[in-house]
């Protein structure tokens, strides 16, 4: 499972994100439709993109990546609901994209 903040490390070329992108290229790679568009939001903050154009270069770096985007399945909810019991929200705890991550 790719998170949206390696994916966007990854875009952004922040330190490490050589070494994560080939990890991710020798393994069978998956995300969640969430984290594309969480990943698209942090492109659209740090670099100042509309999020459409934020979102095509998520796209794009998914496909050379060979990162399989999956939709998110139901039954995982409750997971992503004792995640924020257990964590909470906050700026120390965890937001949408991380409980759903």
Request: aromatic share 8%; net charge negative.
């Amino acid at each position: 499972m790719v998170e949206s903040s390696a994916l966007a490390a990854i875009i952004l070329e922040e330190p490490g994100w050589r070494q994560l992108a080939e990890e991710i290229v020798r393994t069978s790679a998956f995300t969640s439709c969430f984290n594309v568009f969480e990943a698209a939001l942090a492109l659209v903050r740090e670099r100042r993109l509309k999020p459409s154009e934020a979102y095509a270069i998520v796209l794009g770096a998914a496909a050379r990546l060979a990162i399989e985007i999956t939709d998110y399945p139901a039954d995982a909810i409750p997971f992503a609901v004792i995640g924020r019991e257990k964590f909470g929200a906050g700026k120390r705890g965890l937001n949408l994209g991380d409980c759903l991550s």
